[in-house]
């Protein structure tokens, strides 16, 4: 029997099958659209972001590209190495920037009783060291 005359029950909902959709069921063709209306900057640090991405942005040489536009050059100019001397100088300038306009916030941490005499950022973790004693930011969160 169905719901009595007059009643404002709705019908029963279907409950969907589909399962939470994430970045990784995004087709790599489609991230590589999306990478491509980003600056040289900000593809960068998306590379920085997870693996899944570096690895499009690689394969893609989204960043090659990218770079020999912005240098107005051809590809019997580059080399992988004038690429990572660029983007070095990239992001120090963009470090400089920010401590100039003065918009950037320092958290402090002390991983190391003495002074620190090497300083590294590798795949976006901090590192430091003194003497044969490494430091990482992540092993201490």
């Not at 399962?19 to 999306?34: A, F, N």
């Amino acid at each position: 029997m169905g719901p009595p005359p007059g009643s404002k029950r709705s019908p029963p909902k279907k409950r969907s099958s589909t399962t939470p959709t994430s970045i990784r069921s995004l087709e790599h063709d489609t991230l590589c659209i999306i990478f491509s209306y980003l600056g040289l900057f900000d593809v960068v640090r998306s590379s920085a972001v997870c693996k899944f991405w570096n690895e499009i942005i690689k394969r893609s040489k989204l960043l090659q590209l990218l770079y020999l536009k912005q240098q107005r050059s051809s590809r019997s100019d580059f080399s992988e190495e004038s690429l990572n001397v660029y983007l070095e100088e990239l992001a120090i300038e963009h470090q400089r920037q920010s401590l100039v306009q003065g918009s950037l916030h320092i958290d402090q941490w002390k991983g190391h009783s003495l002074g620190v005499d090497q300083c590294r950022m590798k795949r976006g973790l901090v590192l430091t060291g003194v003497g044969d004693k490494v430091w990482s930011l992540s092993a201490n969160l």
